[in-house]
């Protein structure tokens, strides 16, 4: 007990680096989270984009824009969907951040590697 | 300059020298036309062949595009890329990074043309619209067999050939017919040259003849005078006759080579000529060693001496000097003329070639030694500058 008292700072501090770094996945904490509640998944939106925009560039660019200011004419879901759920409101995140969560978007559906 | 490098002119030799040129330039010209036409006809093939393929890589492309779209679709259940052993296949993004390739030369892919060949290959590149999985370029590969090729340069050798032949031929004819009136031409001013020379014969000797029986020791002095000067003309006339001779008949004359003493030879020709030099006031002084030998025939031999001479009397200046030395293997007539300049050394042995057209004579002269020299293959060297006067040395061998 006593060595498990001793150990505990050290524990606290683990626990507190885990914590922190699951709470800076800014793609899992806000676009995932946010994103289940659609009937639409995410890896749907981003064929959409790969279709429209093709090159990882053109990609993230286009994401970007489109997150810091939706529009309806940017977004590439359906009427039917809009109207239903309404346009999402512009990312309050941070350009890192944002920057971070649309890299882990592209690294999580692209298709470079995976076709056989 | 040596006599065997002049230029002995006659007129089949510069008419072949022209043919030979002409034909040249007309190879040349008619080969750059071939060359031209065959690049164009190549060029043409190639193109055709493209064309046909294309229709076939179109059919796959369309194929290729429809399993992309497929598989863009399914992509989170399927991720085998569409294949066909017709052909090979790559999608490349619109930043032209390679998605995917089942290509033989992925490398160096020009996503900027539609078809085109490489290292046996043809590749053809399709902009999609709607870019599945990201691909904005499909590129469709299939093997050259290379059939278009071997059959367009068997085309181009043989049609090629055929037509330098014919545009050989052509201009062979063509030459022929330009040569004609200048052949007749040359024709004609030879059996005038000829008919004259044989006019001449009789009269100039019977001037000569008469004037050498002529006592002009009894005569009074202006008429000795005009007596001089008739033999001084009758002389060049029959020095002239003498040239025209061997130019007009000397192939038809067998030589009557013998060694002939070239010291008295020399000497009386000196003597022949001392009167025309007389006329100029030059004056002609000799040091020809006794018993000098050569074997040629007299004639020419005598036509050699004459024209050396009678070009170092003609070209003098009023009151100039020629000094003439023999020794065995060496005759030098030396002149205190207008010499010449390193140009006109080179065209001196060149028929018709006159350097003061204020003198007398036709060109001929040296011409005529150019030719004796050739046949005996003795060797003439030419030392001259200008306003300083002229030097001609023979050499054989002894």
């Known amino acids: 007990m006593e060595r498990l008292m001793k150990r505990l700072p050290l524990l606290m501090l683990l626990a507190a680096v885990i914590l922190t770094a699951a709470q800076r996945d800014p793609y899992r904490n806000d676009c995932v989270r946010c994103h289940r509640k659609l009937p639409v998944t995410l890896d749907k939106f981003f064929f959409n984009y790969l279709l429209k925009y093709s090159s990882e560039r053109e990609v993230k660019a286009a994401l970007y824009s489109f997150l810091r200011h939706p529009t309806k004419k940017k977004a590439l879901a359906s009427e039917e969907l809009i109207r239903q759920y309404g346009l999402m409101p512009p990312s309050r995140l941070s350009d890192t951040d944002l920057r971070r969560a649309i890299d882990t978007y592209w690294e999580t559906y692209k298709v470079f590697g995976k076709i056989k | ?398």
Not at chain 2, 78 to 98: E, F, G, H, M, Q
Not at chain 2, 337 to 349: H, K, N, S, W, Y
Not at chain 2, 368 to 381: F, N, R, S, W
């Open chain 2, 1 to 398: 300059m040596s006599a065997s490098n002049a230029t002995a002119t006659s007129t089949s030799q510069s008419e072949r020298r022209t043919l030979l040129r002409f034909l040249g330039l007309y190879a040349f010209l008619a080969l750059l036309i071939l060359i031209l036409g065959s690049t164009i006809y190549y060029k043409l093939q190639k193109d055709l062949m493209l064309q046909t393929k294309r229709l076939e890589l179109e059919e796959y492309s369309k194929e290729l595009i429809d399993g992309l779209k497929w598989l863009h679709i399914y992509f989170d259940r399927y991720r085998t890329y569409p294949r066909n052993p017709l052909y090979r296949s790559a999608i490349y993004d619109s930043d032209k990074v390679r998605i995917f390739s089942t290509l033989k030369h992925p490398e160096g892919v020009e996503l900027n043309k539609v078809i085109y060949t490489t290292d046996g290959v043809i590749h053809y590149i399709h902009v999609l619209d709607s870019y599945y999985l990201g691909a904005k370029y499909v590129v469709v590969e299939i093997d050259d067999d290379g059939k278009w090729f071997l059959r367009t340069w068997k085309n181009i050798i043989v049609y090629g050939g055929a037509m330098l032949a014919i545009f050989l031929l052509a201009g062979l004819i063509l030459v022929r017919l330009f040569l004609a009136p200048m052949r007749n031409a040359i024709r004609l001013l030879d059996r005038f040259i000829k008919d004259t020379t044989h006019e001449l014969n009789t009269p100039v000797n019977a001037i000569l003849t008469n004037i050498e029986m002529i006592d002009t020791g009894s005569l009074d002095d202006r008429i000795a005078k005009k007596i001089k000067r008739i033999e001084i003309g009758a002389r060049t006339i029959s020095n002239i006759y003498q040239d025209l001779t061997y130019l007009v008949l000397h192939h038809q004359i067998a030589s009557q080579n013998r060694e002939i003493d070239l010291s008295r030879l020399v000497q009386e020709r000196v003597d022949y000529f001392r009167i025309l030099a007389e006329s100029k006031r030059v004056e002609i002084e000799t040091d020809i060693q006794p018993g000098v030998k050569l074997f040629i025939d007299e004639g020419k031999a005598a036509r050699l001496v004459d024209n050396i001479l009678s070009n170092a009397i003609k070209y003098n200046r009023r009151g100039g000097q020629i000094f003439v030395r023999l020794r065995p293997g060496e005759l030098s007539v030396q002149d205190t003329g207008i010499g010449m300049d390193e140009a006109a050394i080179r065209e001196v042995f060149k028929r018709y070639k006159r350097f003061d057209t204020s003198v007398g004579g036709f060109g001929i002269g040296l011409n005529i030694v150019a030719m004796i020299a050739k046949e005996y293959h003795l060797h003439i060297d030419i030392r001259s500058k200008k306003e300083r006067g002229s030097e001609v040395i023979v050499r054989w061998n002894v």
